[in-house]
């Protein structure tokens, strides 16, 4: 009879023990501490997010904050104030995870662990610079940002930023390089829990030469109804290559002009080099020459047009060979309208000329005669009116010869469009005067070959043109920089040489 009573009793004993137990589960205590020891009893709130302060209540802590050790996991919280039953602490960002056990150790006498939730919100964005140049300092302030540079991303359309300190409410920065888009948004990312995006716009945005490094010789450019700048070259890339963009130093490719289908053929194993694009009378008409190297009195030049500028482009043939107009080398052609009539320049180290063109500008006016207007220095001219003046650019040396080409953009000037054209000097441009315009340096060799000027929303002017880079002389690369006038109404572009880095255009 008293075994089965023991058994009965131990039975019970069992059962109130398992219960005890299972009350314990409940408690988000992990052990129950060692009496003496600091002991952990609640924490409120239950769930905080890094950075604010939390009271955690138990017994045996003590009175000094300097003796007084607390942690979420590994990671050390700040103690605020202490006290024999109450502690407060402002709550750390462990990196492991949101889950996490406290600590209190009061010398080397460690509490029981207790569990708590770190809660990471979604960060918001309350104040911010909207503008800024790639590579400032700036401070995003805001909720929900943590205190640790590991957990915050923070994203510019794209491209991520440098974060240099995360304190609480406030984040600091370094804005990243431009990323092809002036007006974009922010948005940060604590933890992969993410923000609003908010729009910011770049200022003061740089672009580096070469623009584009593949080879793009004797550039062209004209500016669509739509805004996008259109771009055509010598053709290292087949076909003429058709180059777009939106500000003049960030360009894709569009296509060609001419497939081989389509390809003009008047000289059947000629390249078709230093096209001239222009809108005339609703039309996108490309000037082109066509040549062989060397073959100075087979060459000629020719016309397409299309009804977009990205083509296609339809030939519409040759306008006239060097030994039909008895001018020799008869490539790098440029079309100009003034005072209502039509004219085609063109000519290549053997004398500069002009004739006037049919209203549609698809061929010679009847009746018209050639007129040389620059001597045999010069080719690749371009003409651009200025107040009372016309600028004749030209190109002056050797353009393929690698590091040691010589080419350089010169100019002169004339009151009228068939010149004479004068050097500041006053010596013409029949005589071979000239005033350089860009020279070499030590990162660029080979510059010449302008585009048409641009001008920017600024009122500044631009020009494009081709260079060979000193470190990589395989093909003429696409160069970009601002164009300025001397007081006396000279052009200039600044050191005289290309540039390396500096302010770009700006375009809406």
């Known amino acids: 009879m008293k075994k089965y009573i023991s058994r009965c009793l131990l039975?019970?004993?069992?059962?109130v023990t398992l219960g005890h137990c299972s009350k314990d589960k409940k408690d988000?205590?992990?052990?129950?501490?060692?009496?003496?020891?600091?002991?952990?009893?609640?924490?409120?709130?239950?769930?905080?997010?890094?950075?604010?302060?939390?009271?955690?209540?138990?017994?045996n802590f003590g009175t000094?904050?300097?003796?007084?050790?607390?942690?979420?996991?590994?990671?050390?919280?700040?103690?605020?104030?202490?006290?024999?039953?109450?502690?407060?602490?402002?709550?750390?960002?462990?990196?492991?995870?949101?889950?996490?056990?406290?600590?209190?150790?009061?010398?080397?006498?460690?509490?029981?662990?207790?569990?708590?939730t770190i809660d990471y919100p979604h960060p918001k964005i309350k104040a911010y610079p909207v503008k800024a140049a790639a590579g400032d300092t700036i401070e995003i302030t805001g909720s929900g940002f943590g205190d640790k540079k590991s957990d915050v991303a923070i994203n510019f359309s794209g491209k991520a930023a440098t974060v240099i300190a995360v304190t609480g409410q406030k984040i600091q920065l370094i804005v990243p390089e431009y990323a092809g888009q002036k007006d974009g948004d922010i948005q940060v990312a604590v933890r992969q829990k993410t923000s609003d995006n908010v729009p910011f716009s770049y200022i003061n945005i740089q672009y580096s030469n070469p623009v584009v490094s593949r080879s793009l010789p004797d550039p062209t450019v004209i500016r669509s109804a739509d805004g996008w700048f259109y771009l055509y070259a010598t053709e290292d890339t087949r076909n003429i290559p058709v180059m777009r963009s939106q500000n003049l130093f960030e360009w894709t490719q569009?296509?060609?002009a001419f497939t081989d289908a389509t390809r003009p053929d008047f000289e059947p194993n000629g390249g078709l080099w230093a096209p001239s694009i222009h809108y005339i009378n609703g039309k996108y008409v490309l000037y082109y020459s066509m040549s062989v190297w060397g073959g100075e009195w087979t060459c000629g030049i020719g016309v397409a047009t299309a009804d977009q500028p990205g083509g296609p482009f339809t030939d519409k043939g040759k306008l006239f060979r060097s030994n039909e107009i008895d001018v020799q080398n008869s490539i790098d052609p440029y079309f100009i309208e003034d005072n209502g009539k039509k004219y085609l320049f063109w000519g290549s180290f053997r004398g500069i000329y002009m004739i006037e063109m049919s209203d549609d500008g698809l061929s010679i006016k009847p009746g018209a005669t050639k007129q040389q207007v620059a001597g045999t220095?010069?080719?690749?001219?371009?003409?651009?009116?200025?107040?009372?003046?016309y600028y004749m650019f030209a190109s002056?040396?050797?353009?393929?010869a690698g590091l040691n080409s010589t080419y350089q953009l010169v100019v002169g000037r004339s009151a009228n469009l068939a010149g004479p054209y004068v050097d500041k000097n006053g010596k013409t441009m029949m005589s071979n005067g000239y005033t350089l315009v860009i020279n070499k340096n030590a990162s660029f060799v080979g510059n010449g070959h302008?585009?048409?000027?641009?001008?920017?929303?600024?009122?500044?002017?631009?020009?494009?043109?081709?260079?060979?880079?000193?470190?990589?002389a395989s093909g003429r690369v696409l160069m970009l920089d601002q164009l300025h006038w001397d007081a006396g109404g000279w052009p200039f572009i600044t050191g005289g040489t290309p540039s390396?880095?500096?302010?770009?255009?700006v375009f809406d």
């Open 11 to 15: 039975g019970i004993a069992t059962i």
């Open 28 to 59: 988000k205590s992990i052990d129950n501490g060692v009496p003496g020891r600091p002991q952990i009893r609640l924490v409120q709130p239950a769930i905080a997010v890094p950075g604010d302060t939390i009271t955690i209540t138990g017994n």
């Open 64 to 116: 000094s904050t300097g003796q007084l050790a607390v942690s979420f996991d590994n990671q050390d919280a700040a103690v605020v104030t202490a006290a024999d039953n109450q502690v407060k602490v402002i709550v750390p960002a462990p990196a492991e995870s949101e889950l996490v056990k406290i600590r209190v150790k009061l010398g080397d006498q460690p509490s029981n662990r207790f569990l708590f």
């Open 254 to 256: 569009a296509g060609t």
């Open 377 to 389: 220095y010069f080719e690749g001219v371009y003409i651009y009116k200025k107040a009372n003046h």
């Open 396 to 400: 002056i040396g050797s353009c393929c």
């Open 450 to 472: 302008c585009s048409q000027i641009v001008q920017d929303k600024k009122g500044s002017d631009w020009l494009l043109y081709h260079g060979i880079k000193t470190t990589d």
């Open 500 to 505: 390396l880095r500096t302010l770009a255009p």
